[in-house]
């Protein structure tokens, strides 16, 4: 059998840089009772991001507001330009929204709910009965002329809110009140700590390149790695390899390697994880550290500085 060198010398490198978990496949979203930053460690996170679309079951989290939810099956979760995430379904009518809110005490939820919904220009659900409140949720109802709304809002524990909204034929109304159930029972907030922690990692690390250093013992092979952290959710990590016996594969070119994906942070207590989840479906978990004005990955010191390659 002919010896691969590209292939050693990329598990030379997962060993270099510390890679200490990989997961492979995914796994139904689950109704655990703890929060998202103690999840089953096979449950797969995905960020919302501006431009992505969101399958049913799929979990999808808000890193700098602090919360998470499961998008219902048969549905897709969609975040275009703006702060309003929209569902919409190939099997069922109607259109659904998520209201990200942050700044809001319970008064002021209730107080806005109790008013007609603005759906769009010219176009108003008014309330009907009164609004109803179960322990962290308010529910209101709502029909203007064939049309009908329902909405469930989650109060959140920092002055923060989620609010999932669904528009549709009057027939449909019960449904729309179990997919809002549905959605308030999949939603996890952060505690305050953890949330202010997690959007300070995003702050920290979003467009930037991390150069970790490399054991000694394969510098002379590999010569340099780097990982761009783009603000649309994707890495890009590169690796010059200082000599590379035989004839370049995909992904490699003069020296060079490339591997791509999607990146996300994951706290575990007081730590902080770098999860980058590649193209191939290989899931690596690195160990990040801020101290003063030093971060360090997997252990070791690593050079943060902006990228150029995330333009």
């Known amino acids: 059998m002919e010896h691969d060198p590209i292939s050693g010398m990329r598990q030379v490198l997962a060993l270099a840089l510390g890679s200490f978990v ?43 507001m602090g919360m998470s939810f499961v998008v219902p099956k048969d549905w897709r979760a969609s975040l275009p330009a703006g702060s309003i995430v929209f569902l919409d379904s190939a099997v069922t009518a109607g259109l659904g929204t998520v209201h990200l809110i942050t700044n809001v005490t319970r008064d002021h939820l209730r107080l806005q709910l109790s008013e007609p919904q603005a759906i769009e220009a010219g176009f108003v659900l008014h309330p009907v009965g009164s609004l109803q409140e179960e322990g962290q949720k308010l529910i209101g109802h709502y029909e203007g002329g064939d049309d009908a709304g329902v909405i469930v809002a989650v109060v959140g524990p920092s002055h923060n ?47 930037r390149m991390l150069s970790p250093q490399l054991d000694n013992s394969i510098v002379k092979s590999v010569g340099s790695a780097a990982i761009h952290l783009c603000s649309d959710g994707r890495f890009i990590q590169t690796i010059q390899l200082q000599s590379v016996p035989g004839r370049p594969t995909d992904g490699e070119s003069h020296g060079a390697y490339q591997e791509t994906g999607t990146w996300r942070i994951e706290l575990q207590g007081t730590k902080a994880e770098l999860v980058l989840t590649k193209s191939t479906g290989r899931i690596d978990q690195h160990e990040v550290l801020h101290q003063d004005s030093q971060y360090f990955f997997d252990g070791r010191e690593v050079l943060v500085q902006a990228s150029n390659s995330c333009l």
């Open 22 to 64: 990989t997961i492979s496949g995914e796994t139904a979203a689950g109704q655990s009772d703890v929060t998202p930053t103690a999840r089953d460690r096979s449950q797969i996170v995905r960020d919302l991001r501006v431009g992505e679309r969101y399958g049913g079951g799929t979990l999808v989290r808000s890193p700098f």
């Open 161 to 207: 809110a989620v609010i999932y909204q669904f528009v549709g034929g009057k027939t449909d109304a019960q449904h729309y009140r179990q997919l809002a159930e549905e959605l308030a029972t999949s939603t996890r907030f952060m505690s305050e700590q953890d949330s202010s922690a997690l959007r300070a990692w995003y702050e920290r690390l979003t467009g």
